[in-house]
C-alpha cells in the first residue's frame, strides 16, 4: 500500500546517515535543490520553523535593548581586506560581484560572508561620545558563503541568519553582552528547540577570525557528530582600531569601543532534524513547528457527512489557539496520512471516526512515543494544549538523556580514539591549553576541541566534567590545564 | 539655541524638494549612505517602519492562504535568458558574481533582481496534478538593481521587498489573486499608511516585463510627483510556458498554469515622508510609527526627582499598550527634544512639568497638526489611544483632500502642460488606447499614463474621473476610449 512506499521512502538511520538525514530534510518538503550549486530552496514548511524560531529570538533581543537594522549585502573589497585576519578567514569562501549595470566595477564587491566590516564602517560615522554607547544592533539577512561540499541547511552557499553587533564603553560591558547572548541562545535551543546544549568557549584555534574570545552552543547531533549551534564573539577592540571607532569619554578622552558580534543560522533546522528526528521521518518540538496537530478524519463512504462535519467544528474550534491543520483530502486513505504527517513530525495526530463520533471522543497520537489515547471532544482543546507541553518536555529530557548516555571521560591519548568510537558522542578530557596538543589529536582522531564548558553551567556533560577535574593532558599528560569537550564536529 | 539648530538643517520643501527629502531621511535617522554606490544603510528607526509595514501586510497574506518560502539569491544567466522578453527588461539591471571559491563560474551568475525565474523553475518541478493547486508563496528579502541616479528609499540598488508568486488552474482565479493582492495593497496603504490610493490598470507600455496585465496602486507625493506604491501582475501562462509548469488537470489534459506576482517594497518608507513630512521633519501615521508618543519631562533642578519620577511611572504604565518613549537625558533642553521628536515625526509628544505634576495632568501636543491639550494624568492611556486614531484618520483625509485637490481634467493636448504645471498633480483625460499617443504626451510633456483607474473605486480622483467619462483622446481626439489618470513619475 501507500504507506509502506512512503515508510520505504527514508533511509533507516544505521544504513546510512546522510542519506537519512537528505531524505528527510526533502520527503518532509523542509528544503529542495535549487539549480545553483550549493543553493537551496527553503519550502513553507521549512521556512515556517526558521519563522517560529525568529518569533523565540527576535523578541528576546527586542527586550534586551536591541533593534533591528539592515546593511548593504555588498562589501567593498578594500573595507573587507581592512582586518587582515578576519578577511584571510573568510576570503577564500567569498563570491564576487565584478560587473553590474552592464559595466565592470572599478572594485570587486563581495557578497557578505559576515557584516562586521561594513557594520563598523559605519558605526565609526555614527558613534561619537560615550553618550551613544552601548550600540546594539542586529539584522536578519541572507549572507553567501562559497562552499565545495554543501549539505542541506547545515552548510550551504547562501544561508539565512541573524548578526548582532555592539558596541561597548568598556571590556567588562562587553564580555557581559557577549555572554548574555549566547544564554539567551542557550535558552531558546533549550525552551524552544528542545535541544540539549553545551554553552562553552572555543580555544583560539577555532575562534571566529578576528575576535577575542569566541563562546559556543554544542549539541549533539544523533549520529554522534557535534553542531556549533549559535556563536557570540567578544571582538575586544580589534575592529574598533581597524575601521577608527573612537568615543568621547567622560574623562575627555578618545577612546576605542568594545564590541562583541552574535549569530545563529538556518543550520538550527539541520539540529532539529538529527536531535529529534527518527527512522519514520521528522519528530518537530511543538513550540517551532509549523503544524503543532492535524486533525485526520476516518471516514467511510456512509457516514462521511457526519463525520466531516464533526472534523471541521473541531477544526474551527482548535485554529484560534493551535496551529491545527485538517487533512480531508479525499485522495488519500487515512493509513497514508498517518505515516504522511508523522514523516513530517507533526507533534500530535488527532483521529475521529464514526464510532469515535457515536462515542463522542476522538483519539490522539503522540509522534514521539506513539502514545495514543482517547479523549472526550470537549475535552480535546485543554488536553491539546496539555499534550503539547509534555511532548516538548519529552523531547528535551531525550536530547539530554541521549547526550548524557554518548559522553565518557578519556584520560589518555592512547584510549581516545577508542573511546571516541565506542560512545559515538562526546569526549571529556584535561588539556594543558597547548595548541600543538589540540592540534595533534585533531589530527590523529579528527575530534576537535568542541569548547571549554562554562563553569555552572548544567548541562548534559557537567557531571563528567566535575568529575574530570584536575585530569592531567589528554596528549602530553601535563598537570594544571582545564577541562575539554572533544567531538567530531560539523 | 539648539533648537534652531535642528529646524535650520532641514532645507524647506518650497526651496529645494529633493534636498528636503533627503534631510529628512537622514536627519530623522530612517538611514544613512553606505560606502557602495546606491546602497543605504536602514537605520533601526527606518527598517523599524519596514518592520511595521511587514506586520501590517504578511497576517493579510497567511490569511488569504499564502505561505513564506525562501528562494536562493543567485539566478544562473540562463535562467533569466529563458523569457526573452522578461529578461530584456530586466539585465541591464543586473548584477552578476563572476568569482566564488576563489575560482571564475563557468556560468555567471545574477543577484536576483525579481524571482520569477528561480521560483518558476521551482513549480515546474512540484506541480504535478490539480491538486497541487493553487500554490500561494511570498517571500520576504533582498533584490538588487543597478541603478545609475538613486535616492534613499525610491530608487536604491539593493532594496528590501516581498514578491508573491501563485499559481493557478485558470485565468479566472489568477486574475481574482492578482486583484486580490492589489486591494490587500490599496487597503493596507489607505488604514495603515494613511495614503490616499489611485489603484488602476497599467497600459502595456507600462506593464511588467513579461506580465500578462500588471496592477498598481499610485499615490500622490507632496511635490506634485506620483509614486507607484504596489504592483500586481497577472503573468497569464507566459513564464509557465517557458518553464514548462504543467499539472494534470481532472480531464486528464496536461495545461500550463495561470501565474501572479505582486509585490511592495521599502519605497513605501519614501511614500511615507513625502506624503506626510511637512519643513520641520518627518510625520509618521500611529500605525507604522516605530515610536507612537514621547514623553519629555520639564524638570528643573529643584523639582528634578518628583518630576522624573512621575515621568517613569507614566512611561511604566503606557509601556505595554503603546510604543513609547521616555526621553530623560539630562544633555538637553526640553525645547531641544520637543523639535529633535518632531523632527521623527513621533505622532504625540506628553510633556510634564512641575506645574503639570502639581495639577495632577500633563500636555500632550499632536505632530501633525501642533494642537496641544491638558489631560489629566489618570485618563492619559485613554486620551493617547484616542488621539492615535485621530492623527491616523487626519493624515489619511489630509492626504486625500491634497490628491482631490491636485487633480485637474483635461481636455486636449494643448492645455496639457500648462494644468498640469498649474496643478501639480494627476491630469485625468480620455485616451483612446494607442499607444503612440500615449509615447507623444510623454515625449511633449514628461508625464506617463500612471494607471487606468479601476472602475469604482473609492480615490480621491474617481469624481474627476466621472466627471471626464467619454472625453477623447487627450492626444488626438478619437473618441471611444477610456479615462486614464497622467503625472509625472518617480
Not at 523542509?30 to 530552496?41: A, H
Not at 575592529?239 to 571607532?245: C, G, K, P, W
Not at 594543558?432 to 576537535?448: N, P
Request: aromatic letters at 10%; glycine letters at 8%.
Amino acid at each position: 500500500m501507500q504507506d509502506k512506499v512512503f515508510v520505504r521512502e527514508i533511509t533507516p538511520r544505521a544504513q546510512d546517515y546522510s542519506q537519512w538525514y537528505v531524505d528527510v530534510a526533502t520527503r518532509a518538503e523542509l528544503m529542495d535543490y535549487s539549480p545553483v550549486k550549493g543553493c537551496m530552496v527553503f519550502r513553507p514548511y521549512g521556512f515556517g520553523i526558521w519563522e517560529r524560531i525568529q518569533g523565540a529570538l527576535d523578541p528576546k533581543f527586542k527586550a534586551t535593548g536591541h533593534a533591528n537594522a539592515y546593511f548593504p549585502l555588498f562589501i567593498p573589497e578594500s573595507f573587507l581586506k581592512k582586518e587582515a585576519e578576519h578577511f584571510a578567514g573568510f576570503v577564500p569562501e567569498v563570491a564576487w560581484v565584478t560587473h553590474g549595470g552592464g559595466e565592470e566595477l572599478a572594485e570587486r564587491l563581495a557578497i557578505r560572508p559576515t557584516s562586521e566590516a561594513m557594520i563598523c564602517h559605519m558605526y565609526a560615522r555614527w558613534i561619537q561620545s560615550w553618550r551613544d554607547l552601548p550600540m546594539l544592533l542586529n539584522q536578519w539577512c541572507n549572507v553567501v558563503r562559497w562552499e565545495k561540499a554543501t549539505r542541506p541547511f547545515l552548510r550551504t552557499t547562501e544561508f539565512l541568519w541573524q548578526e548582532g553587533h555592539t558596541c561597548h564603553a568598556t571590556e567588562e560591558e562587553a564580555e557581559r553582552e557577549t555572554l548574555q547572548m549566547l544564554d539567551i541562545y542557550r535558552e531558546t535551543f533549550e525552551e524552544d528547540l528542545a535541544l540539549a546544549v553545551v554553552p562553552g568557549r572555543k580555544t583560539e584555534a577555532e575562534k571566529f577570525a578576528g575576535a577575542l574570545r569566541t563562546y559556543t552552543v554544542e549539541a549533539l547531533m544523533s549520529d554522534g557528530k557535534a553542531l556549533q549551534a549559535g556563536t557570540s564573539h567578544n571582538l575586544g577592540q580589534f575592529f574598533a582600531r581597524v575601521f577608527d571607532i573612537l568615543y568621547l569619554d567622560r574623562d575627555g578622552q578618545q577612546k576605542h569601543v568594545w564590541q562583541t558580534s552574535w549569530g545563529v543560522s538556518t543550520r538550527l533546522i539541520g539540529a532539529l532534524i538529527m536531535v529529534h528526528g527518527d527512522d519514520r521521518g521528522l519528530v518537530l518540538p511543538p513550540r517551532v513547528a509549523p503544524l503543532q496537530a492535524v486533525i485526520v478524519p476516518i471516514a467511510p463512504q456512509r457516514q462521511r457527512q457526519e463525520v466531516l462535519e464533526a472534523v471541521r467544528q473541531l477544526h474551527a474550534d482548535l485554529a484560534g489557539r493551535f496551529r491545527v491543520k485538517l487533512d480531508d483530502r479525499e485522495e488519500h486513505s487515512p493509513g497514508w496520512k498517518f505515516n504522511e504527517w508523522e514523516m513530517r513530525g507533526v507533534p500530535v495526530r488527532i483521529e475521529l471516526g464514526p464510532r469515535d463520533l457515536a462515542a463522542g471522543r476522538v483519539v490522539m497520537v503522540r509522534r514521539d512515543d506513539g502514545a495514543r489515547e482517547e479523549v472526550a471532544l470537549a475535552e480535546v482543546a485543554r488536553r491539546l494544549a496539555e499534550l503539547l507541553d509534555e511532548v516538548q518536555a519529552a523531547l528535551r529530557r531525550k536530547a539530554w538523556t541521549f547526550t548524557e548516555q554518548h559522553t565518557r571521560i578519556v584520560g589518555d591519548s592512547s584510549s581516545f580514539r577508542s573511546t571516541l568510537e565506542e560512545c559515538r558522542g562526546l569526549l571529556v578530557a584535561g588539556w594543558c591549553g597547548d595548541a600543538g596538543c589540540e592540534a595533534r589529536v585533531k589530527a590523529d582522531t579528527g575530534a576537535t576541541i568542541r569548547c571549554l564548558p562554562l563553569a555552572g553551567a548544567k548541562t548534559p556533560v557537567a557531571e563528567a566534567c566535575r568529575e574530570a577535574a584536575g585530569a592531567p593532558c589528554v596528549h602530553c599528560g601535563r598537570r594544571g590545564g582545564q577541562v575539554v569537550v572533544f567531538g567530531r564536529a560539523y
